[in-house]
């Protein structure tokens, strides 16, 4: 017991040294950061852009005390950010692994979709040119892109490139053709209504594709063409026997 007792203040002595040694060593560790490196396959957004919306995420911060995924989680609010990794490099680094959005649409005039139908913000980054310009009620960007990958082969064949497609709030769709023409499809039967387009475009109408203002296939047979000067007319489906 007596030799428990001559050893219980070394032994207290011992675990204040380790505490206050780690203590400073912690301090010493936890320096501010003084370096950030951006990596990542980047085609649209500059690693100019992505540090200057890094850096007020990282101010005041120190390099072990750093919440990484509080700091992944704000970054991954930055316009364009599909998926972020963070890890800290020695002794006074932090790493970011950026994954950027892939803009494969223009959605309701303000936003941008990637493949997933999901919509973001292109923020102060120029969009790519060339995009098909899609719109619909809020959360039918994947439905929308999908009708839109459907159509786009059927209209290549016409030689048809579709520029803007839209979905109604009540269901109806609507679509532009090079950036001319317009189509009302409408909400039903709308793989029989695209037959009759067809049709009609290669049996008369792609010949007098710059005269059409738009055309209406919302008709039981047949379509309605608005000619550019002149009131809406009617072609009826040969195939309909009237």
Do not use: C, K
Request: hydrophobic letters at 40%; zero cysteines.
């Amino acid at each position: 017991m007596s030799t428990l007792r001559s050893s219980l203040p070394g032994l207290i002595l011992l675990l204040v040294l380790l505490v206050a040694g780690g203590r400073a060593l912690w301090l010493w560790l936890d320096r501010p950061i003084e370096r950030v490196s951006i990596r990542g396959d980047l085609s649209h957004v500059s690693a100019g852009y992505l540090r200057e919306a890094l850096a007020p995420l990282i101010e005041g911060e120190t390099w072990l005390s750093v919440d990484l995924g509080e700091l992944r989680r704000r970054a991954r609010d930055i316009d364009w950010m599909a998926e972020v990794s963070v890890s800290r490099e020695w002794p006074d680094a932090l790493a970011f692994e950026l994954y950027e959005e892939e803009p494969v649409a223009r959605w309701n005039d303000t936003l941008l979709l990637n493949p997933q139908g999901e919509p973001f913000s292109s923020g102060p980054v120029t969009p790519p040119s060339g995009l098909a310009d899609l719109a619909g009620p809020e959360g039918s960007g994947a439905e929308v892109l999908a009708y839109y990958d459907y159509l786009r082969p059927r209209f290549v064949t016409l030689g048809l490139e579709i520029t803007q497609l839209r979905l109604e709030a009540r269901g109806a769709w609507r679509l532009q053709l090079n950036d001319g023409v317009w189509v009302m499809l409408g909400r039903n039967d709308r793989n029989a209504r695209l037959s009759r387009l067809t049709a009609a475009w290669q049996r008369q109408l792609g010949a007098q594709a710059s005269q059409i203002r738009y055309i209406d296939l919302r008709y039981p047979n047949g379509v309605a063409v608005a000619w550019h000067g002149e009131t809406e007319t009617g072609l009826e489906d040969e195939s309909s026997g009237s």
